[in-house]
């Protein structure tokens, strides 16, 4: 896709797979601390904490995170092991608040807000407020069994019993400090999203003007090294056209019109195959499913017109899948393959050219296609060189100008797909080359 494409919510796995990792360890560490405190203030006569109910409680949630955290590839949607994570979070948080002091522990509810932030990492913001609103009725349920004496109020850091209209405003200030922490967290993760997408279009935006400035600059010294040849032999040719003219020599003159007129069309076809290269850089045509045996058909029926194949025959299957891609881009790959096997495979007066279709390939959701010629072949060390820009091999050299198989390979590559050129089964070359599928 191009960085143009619209984006989709950032896949955060691997992202969320690192604070898994590092939430355990700073949940263990702080868990463990609280633990210190809690026996050293215990043991020193500072308070008088239940040491035998509050130790199983945090030691058995430092083991159930464990023991969750190993289980986190068996979870397809991690949103639910994040779920599943917070409720033994806002079960520990509120049997430690509980044993802790209960309602005369009331600031320590301010522990809920870890699991919430810790959530917003999902994104999903129907179960932020989920997270938030099941540890408000935690704790609202907590202090609501103290206030009506199913739990005994446990006097541990030195506070009396608060009268029922606190314990009111404490399940009101509970609920609306946890949904509010919601809330700045989903905005934290909304904004760093959008921050994250922007980030990553400009960087691909960057790639893409880097490679577009490498690609423009190499264009640029090939036309100006490739020009030179035709335009110079042109000049030349009409400086001695003018001498014979004058001199009256009408026989060499037309020899010398012949050369001019030879070179000057040889660099405008040069000029034309730089613009289909130009072309194929552009991606603007929107891609879209292609009939192939339509597509093919136009282009022989184009070859055809243009006297490309006079005798020679283009074997085309009579079923062809369809493909993926923008047309035009896809057609230039056929015509190119096509015309270089007539061009450079043919060693016969009647050259034959044979298309097929390969089936799916080996990479998922891609077909293999070939173009099968009747020549020499191409040595094996020249088979990737013959994809670059105006690399020419074989006895028609001086006609070809070397870029129809580097905009078949831009164009393929740009798809996803792969060129890449083998012997042929009865002799001559095979292009072979992949397209994706038609969804």
């Known amino acids: ?224 090294h490739e020009l030179k040849n035709p335009l110079s032999a042109a000049a030349n040719a009409a400086d001695l056209l003018v001498a014979e003219v004058n001199a009256g020599r009408p026989e060499d003159v037309r020899e010398l019109g012949g050369i001019v007129h030879h070179n000057v069309a040889k660099a405008y076809d040069m000029l034309t195959d730089l613009r289909q290269l130009l072309i194929a850089v552009n991606k603007e045509e929107p891609a879209q499913e292609v009939s192939l045996r339509e597509l093919v058909d136009g282009v022989v029926q184009d070859l055809a017109r243009g006297g490309k194949l006079d005798a020679a025959e283009v074997c085309v299957p009579p079923e062809l899948p369809s493909v993926f891609g923008q047309p035009k881009r896809v057609a230039q790959v056929f015509r190119n393959l096509i015309l270089n096997a007539l061009e450079h495979g043919t060693v016969r007066a009647a050259p034959r050219v044979q298309l097929e279709c390969m089936g799916s390939d080996s990479v998922p959701g891609f077909v293999r296609f070939a173009v099968s010629d009747q020549g020499p072949g191409i040595p094996f060390e020249h088979r990737e060189r013959i994809f670059e820009p105006f690399v020419t091999l074989g006895e028609h050299v001086s006609e070809g100008r070397g870029l129809g198989l580097a905009l078949a390979k831009r164009v393929v590559e740009d798809t996803g797909g792969r060129i890449w050129v083998e012997d042929g089964n009865t002799g001559g070359a095979r292009f072979v080359f992949t397209l994706p599928k038609a969804v």
């Open 1 to 224: 896709m191009s960085s143009s494409a619209q984006h989709q919510p950032i896949d955060l796995t691997e992202y969320l797979r690192f604070h898994t990792s590092r939430g355990y360890y700073l949940k263990r560490n702080a868990v463990a601390l609280i633990l210190v405190f809690v026996w050293v203030t215990t043991v020193a006569g500072i308070y008088s904490f239940d040491l035998w109910r509050i130790s199983p409680v945090l030691l058995g949630a430092i083991a159930a995170w464990a023991v969750i955290r190993r289980q986190y590839r068996r979870f397809r949607d991690k949103r639910y092991y994040f779920l599943t994570v917070t409720g033994v979070d806002n079960l520990a948080i509120t049997a430690a608040i509980y044993f802790l002091g209960g309602a005369g522990s009331a600031a320590v509810f301010t522990f809920y807000t870890y699991p919430i932030i810790y959530h917003s990492l999902t994104r999903r913001r129907l179960q932020i407020y989920l997270v938030a609103n099941m540890a408000a009725s935690m704790y609202i349920t907590m202090i609501t069994l103290e206030c009506v004496g199913v739990l005994p109020y446990r006097n541990v850091l030195g506070f009396t019993q608060p009268p029922p209209l606190t314990y009111v405003g404490l399940g009101l200030g509970a609920f609306l400090m946890l949904n509010l922490t919601a809330l700045v967290g989903d905005a934290v993760t909304q904004v760093f999203a959008k921050l994250w997408n922007i980030k990553e279009e400009l960087e691909e935006n960057e790639r893409r003007l880097r490679k577009l400035t490498a690609e423009t600059e190499f264009i640029a010294s090939a036309i100006s």
